[in-house]
């Protein structure tokens, strides 16, 4: 690994001092100096502290060394120069001795944004009556912001999660995790992993995944991080224990509990949330599919494979000469609902706004185009299909509450 050393520059007398205890305690591979060009002529000082030449890298030149921002950006530059270039941030040292107080402030909070392993500076011993550090007392004093760094994505955490980005809260995880941190911490992280493992599986649907990782969670974990996730769970057990049950004995009754269409309907809002149209009205289609789907399994009908004997006698009669069963799509499992007396089928069938908004998911990408859905077409799609929804599900409003993801704060 190569050892790298960050030096603010400044022109106070006796700065030089400080500068070259830091040199010759860090003893580093590669040295870059943070200067303004009247502060150049310190180098030469330092030199002859040490009673060497300073092979140091290209300097980083700063105009106003009371221009906080610029020195900011000037030693962000050189540290994002040095990331790029394969160092190691835990390898980079970052000096703030000497300078103005704006060079120092804007150094600390590069360093502290780009996450570099130590900030150090020189100070203690004895002063003199004008307060500078009298020569031979100096020490050194090594800072190592791990906590700083861990507080920052913790919250960086919390607004991916907050906004359902959970592979960039797993990426942020990860990486902290590998970083060195008390048994605490990554005890703190390991629980706030397998929280985003729980709600990105059940964002994908996969409620086994997501039911395995909410029984992981402990219980103190809702009270430290003030957030509740009984609601969540109590839906996504309910929905996993119908899809075993549903599995083990293949009663279709099982498949569609009211859990499934809240969950769809809930799931298209953060897409739309997120300004994904397309892939919330594909939610709501389908959504619209599992009423029929649902209220026909009432009935022991799948529209999978439904049977003649199942059928009204004129649908009977319209599918004579088929011996295998039948299968339905949306609109004919809307109109056997309406057939065998179910009112949501006629509904369906007398919804002009409902199915005028489903044909234009028809023309979606995620379909059979390449028209983008706007939010107009989800806001009205969202409301027909709600609305339809409830018909068949009376407990739809309730449920869809349980289904809100819920906010993740910082203690």
Known sequence: ???????????GRGVERGIAKSIHTNNPDKIYFIATSESLATIGRIEAVLGKKIAHEQLYLVKNAEDVEACWKTTARLIRSLLQGGCDPAEICLDFTSGTKAMSAGAVLAGVGLECGTLSYIGGGERDPRGRVISGTERMIILTPNKVFVDHRRRLIRDFFNAFQYD???KLIQQSRGSIMSPELQQELAQLENLVYAYSWWDKFDHQEAASCFWRLPQEFNARWHIDTSQSEEVVFQISHQQKKYAAGGNI?????????????????????????DDAVARLYRAVEVVAQMLLARRCINTAHVKMEQLPPDWQEAYRGIDESVRLGQEKAFALLESLGEETGRIYRENSNLRNYLAKRNNSILAHDVEPMTREIYDRLSHEANQLALKAAPRLDSLKAKCQFPLLELT
Do not use: H, I, W
Request: hydrophobic content about 40%.
């Open 253 to 277: 009754k099982d498949k569609f509990p009211p859990e499934v269409l809240a969950d769809l309907l809930a799931n298209a809002d953060r897409r739309a949330q997120e300004g994904k149209y």
């Open 168 to 170: 960039s809260c797993l």
């Open 1 to 11: 690994m190569t050892k790298v050393l960050v030096v603010t520059l400044g022109t």
